[in-house]
């Protein structure tokens, strides 16, 4: 029986803060350690990384850079030409087939039944059962009723981040909204992929917490560890970034 665990928001290959947090979560009762996706790219040692994750038993989901890396890897096996994206091959070149075999294992979701929470990397569609989430669920972020399966960038300067991209405040004139706020689970759901400055909590009126966790780690921000157990009350531990691995104008704000 599962009674407690926790949800580390996306690592992104910062080997060093995973460790020191790792640390401090040995000295916390725990039946298990996840991570919620992004656990390559953008920091200094994508294999170091998965390779602790693989040692140590950190299970997690899968994010969107997660699947980007497989579909990489796959198609340089079968001879393509490498990718341009020079993050992407700096990946590459750090990984090795049983990294790759890690990141392909990770579920798109996982539910802890015991104490009533869903992880997952960007979100969940709502009025949709658990056992019928899409994968699109690894990068979900702003959704739109007549637009079901579509999904959009949010943000405050979300029109720097992509050529023509709106800005959040365009998308939400033209109907778009925030997954969580459209949330109707009961189940508390515990994501990354979306940067708060800190942990941020978003409550239903009537239905479980909605926890976003990612809080910019690589971004020069911190990783964060969600602790979750059947009292429905999280609960965080931190580690400050050792340094800004990951300058970038499309990570230039953090929200909360």
């Known amino acids: 029986m599962i009674q407690r665990i926790a949800a580390i928001g996306d690592i992104h290959a910062c080997y060093e803060e995973l460790e020191e947090l790792y640390n401090k979560l040995c000295w916390v009762s725990l039946d298990e350690i996840w991570h919620l996706g992004d656990v390559c790219d953008r920091g200094p040692h994508s294999g170091k990384t998965i390779e602790?994750?693989?040692?140590?038993?950190?299970?997690?989901?899968?994010?969107?850079?997660?699947?980007?890396?497989?579909?990489?890897?796959?198609?340089?096996?079968?001879?393509?030409t490498p990718t341009?994206?020079?993050?992407?091959?700096?990946?590459?070149?750090?990984?090795?087939?049983?990294?790759?075999?890690?990141?392909?294992?990770?579920?798109?979701?996982h539910i802890f039944h015991d104490i009533n929470t869903v992880l997952v990397h960007g979100g969940l569609w709502p009025k949709m059962p658990l056992y019928a989430q899409p994968t699109s669920v690894c990068r979900l972020q702003m959704i739109h009723p007549h637009y079901p399966g579509k999904t959009m960038w949010w943000g405050n300067n979300a029109s720097l981040m992509f050529e023509g991209a709106k800005s959040e405040e365009e998308l939400v004139k033209d109907g778009w909204i925030r997954w969580y706020k459209a949330y109707d689970h009961e189940q508390h759901i515990v994501f990354g992929h979306s940067t708060f400055a800190q942990p941020m909590i978003w409550q239903n009126p009537g239905y479980g917490k909605t926890i976003g966790v990612d809080t910019g780690s690589s971004f020069g921000g911190c990783l964060t560890a969600c602790i979750m157990d059947n009292s429905g009350k999280p609960w965080f531990i931190s580690v400050k970034n050792k340094k800004l691995y990951y300058p970038s104008a499309s990570r230039a704000f953090m929200e909360g």
């Open 52 to 80: 602790f994750c693989r040692k140590h038993n950190i299970k997690g989901v899968k994010g969107n850079h997660d699947e980007s890396i497989i579909n990489h890897w796959d198609r340089m096996l079968r001879g393509s």
């Open 84 to 109: 341009q994206n020079a993050d992407k091959r700096k990946t590459l070149t750090e990984i090795v087939q049983a990294d790759v075999d890690y990141l392909k294992d990770l579920p798109y979701l």
